[in-house]
Nanobody, 125 residues
């Protein structure tokens, strides 16, 4: 059974950092695409970053470039999202998702087959 479990969310002040984890079970990371998405209250869910686990190719939306880093630990079967210089606008519930195919630079939600339950990130002073 494929499962994705996010953790690492919380309350942080502007300028602070958090590291989100997405632990996968029921499959190996292998050659897939893992994405991080977020949904703020009253807004549609949007893609944030993706990584192609086979070759490590990464992709970010413009608003997080230079602040967020996505990386994977294949041995731990886990993908991480390191978030630095957090801003109030980053407040959202963050979800990880896996696409069984290996898409480069895809944040098309239709490409993703399995989703986690999400972890809340709140950036506030």
């Amino acid at each position: 059974q494929v499962q994705l479990l996010e953790s690492g969310g919380g309350l942080v002040r502007p300028g602070g950092s958090l590291r989100l984890s997405c632990a996968a079970s029921g499959f190996r990371l292998g050659y897939l695409t893992i994405g991080w998405f977020r949904q703020a209250p009253g807004k549609e869910r949007e893609g944030v970053s993706s990584i192609r686990t086979g070759d490590g190719r990464t992709h970010y939306i413009d608003s997080v470039k230079g602040r967020f880093t996505i990386f994977r630990d294949n041995a731990a079967n886990t993908v991480y999202l390191q978030m630095n210089s957090l801003e109030p606008e980053d407040t959202a519930k963050y979800y990880c998702a896996v696409a069984k195919s290996s898409y480069p630079d895809s944040l098309d939600q239709g490409h993703y087959d399995y989703w986690g339950q999400g972890t809340q990130v709140t950036v506030s002073s």
